[in-house]
């Protein structure tokens, strides 16, 4: 089990940059593949990104795939999405979540620890 704290929401216009940051606590980060999800108000949340444990593969929903990088740093046990070209429509609340699995997967049944949650609000 791993405990999840995201930070690094915020105001943004739009075509701007955010970086998130997801820390977790616990020993097995690195037996953890990662995902970000997030939940726009009045939708139901939805898949964004995904890592492998070691970092080697990542996937991404179409919606962001050229403007969202996911990235983990094992030694530091963080994982962060970096948002470039953001859009008025990336606005919602952004989760980090952890499968113990070696893959990363778009499923949220796969994932058993979540985080609380940061807002992201892209607006001029």
């Known amino acids: 089990q791993v405990q999840l704290v995201e930070s690094g929401g915020g105001l943004v216009q739009p075509g701007g940059s955010l970086r998130l940051s997801c820390a977790a606590s616990g020993r097995t980060f690195s037996s953890y593949a990662m995902g970000w999800f997030r939940q726009a108000p009045g939708k139901e949340r939805e898949f964004v990104a995904a890592?492998?444990?070691?970092?080697?593969?990542?996937y991404y929903a179409d919606s962001v795939k050229g403007r969202f990088t996911i990235s983990r740093v094992n030694s530091n046990n963080t994982v962060y999405l970096q948002m470039s070209s953001l859009k008025p429509e990336d606005t919602a609340v952004y989760y980090c979540a952890g499968a113990p699995a070696p893959w990363g997967s778009v499923y949220q049944p796969e994932y058993t620890d979540w985080g609380q949650g940061t807002q992201v609000t892209v607006s001029s």
């Open positions: 890592i492998s444990r070691g970092g080697s593969s990542t």
